[in-house]
């Protein structure tokens, strides 16, 4: 699981017939530089992700996430998924090393 941050979400007007009703959210990685708060933006110049969400986070959102083939786990059929939202964290307790 990966760290991150909502910083934006994605609407589609077409998509495959099993993404029907998802949610689309782009994602701030956060590393030790954002976690710190040593990043002031709070926005990672990692890629930025876009992550399948039904749990339903908001934009300044700090959220767990999963890519690859573990991001299809919850899903019966195959799906084209790449990242998906496992979980929307309360608060990060985070202090970097010296």
Not at 27 to 39: C, D, L, R, T, Y
Not at 52 to 76: K, S
Request: proline share 7%; net charge negative.
């Amino acid at each position: 699981m990966k760290p991150g941050k909502v910083i934006g979400n994605v609407t589609l007007s077409l998509g495959a017939r099993q993404f029907k009703g998802a949610r689309w959210l782009v994602i701030s990685p956060q590393g030790q530089e954002e976690m710190s708060g040593k990043n002031k933006t709070g926005v990672s110049k990692a890629p930025t992700p876009i992550v399948y969400d039904d749990l339903g986070a908001g934009i300044g959102e700090d959220i767990l996430y999963v890519e690859g083939t573990e991001a299809t786990q919850p899903f019966n059929e195959p799906i084209p998924l790449d990242a998906i939202n496992v979980a929307i964290l309360d608060t990060i307790n985070f202090k970097a090393k010296n």
